[in-house]
Structure formats: C-alpha cells, structure tokens
C-alpha cells in the first residue's frame, strides 16, 4: 500500500511541476491564406438604362428581395461571402433627386459609429455625364464601400458592398482592396445608354 502512495505522490509532484513553467508566449493571431483570382471582366449591357464592366468571378444576378424595382442587382463575390447591391432610380423631379443623393450621404455615415473613417471622393466624367460621390468607410462596419452615380437629370444608380460576415476590418481589409479595384472598373467603364 506504501508503495501505491509513494507512486502516486510522485506522479503528481511531477505533474504540478511540469504545469508550472512561466515561460509561456503567445501566439500571434492567424488568418486564412486568400487566393485571389486574376482580374478579368465582362460587360453588362442588357435592358438597363447603363452598361458597365464587372468581373467574371462574381455572379450579376436580379434581386429578388421584397419591394425590388427593375434593374436592381446583386454583384455577388461567393469566394469571399461578399455581395455588392446595385439598385437604380429613373428620377422624374427635381426633388427625388435631391431625396435620393441625401439618402445615399445618410447611408454612408450611418455607419460612423464604428468606422473609424469615411472619405468622400468626387465621381466626374462629364463626357459620359457619369456624376457622383464614392463613400469609403474605413472600420469594422457592416458596409466598406458605398457610392452613388447619375446624370443629374433623369438617372440615379447606386452601390453598396456588404459582407456575411461579422466585420473585423483588419481581415478582410485584403479583400475590401481586391474588391474596391472591381469597383473602381465598374465606375470607370459606366456609362448610360439614353
């Protein structure tokens, strides 16, 4: 019996002496590797009153969610779980104009209690009277990207990119930029047709 105890004591003692190291480090915290496809686009030019390019590797499909209009879209990026929503106005006054540029304006900046910043950029290309404002939000936001387009007289077109995924900025900051590229394309290559 003294020997059972003796060998049980033993185990424990090295036990609790193996536990008490405080030479401990942490690990640093990790992220998945992102393998981003190459760049190449298709261009949309359908029954919409405007064309635009966007990538081959995301899926243009009509939106289907409740209230929809014609020539509401979703961009959807399944590689990244991200989705970038495209709805379109025919404005008819002077006035749903103005309602729908301060929409988009309170839009963007419903989103500074989390962001840590928001810059404003001038869209201008007269020569396609192709006007607007792009919106990028900077934090752990629901949204990080949100623009808006129009001629100022009869069309109003505008985007917002939303992942499914609780936002943590610092890991998918790699994919916001991917992303803001195609975008960038879309805006550059956007014109109306009437």
Same mark, same amino acid.
């Given at each position: 019996m003294k020997k059972y105890c003796f060998i049980l004591m033993f185990a424990c003692l090295v036990v609790f002496s193996a536990c008490h190291n405080n030479s401990y480090t942490p690990k640093p915290r990790g992220y998945f590797k992102i393998d981003f496809p190459v760049k190449a686009y298709q261009n949309y030019n359908k029954d919409c009153p405007f064309s635009f390019d966007y990538p081959k590797y995301a899926n243009l499909f009509a939106d289907s969610s409740t209230d929809t209009q $014609?020539?509401?879209y979703n961009l959807s990026f399944p590689q990244f779980?991200?989705?970038?929503?495209?709805t379109y106005y025919d404005i008819s006054s002077k006035k749903?104009?103005?309602n729908l540029v301060e929409d988009a304006r309170t839009f963007a900046f419903k989103h500074t209690v989390k962001a840590n910043a928001i810059e404003q950029k001038l869209i201008n290309y007269p020569e396609r009277k192709v006007y607007g404002v792009y919106y990028a939000i900077d934090g752990n936001t629901a949204s990080s990207v949100q623009f808006f387009l129009t001629d100022s007289v009869k069309h109003y077109f505008r985007g917002a990119l939303y992942f499914n995924e609780r936002p943590q900025y610092d890991s !998918?900051? $790699?994919?916001v930029n991917? !992303?803001?590229k195609d975008i960038d394309r879309m805006i550059s290559t956007f014109k109306w047709k009437n």
């Open positions: $014609p020539c509401w779980n991200g989705r970038l929503h495209l749903e104009y103005e !998918i900051q $790699p994919v991917f !992303i803001k």
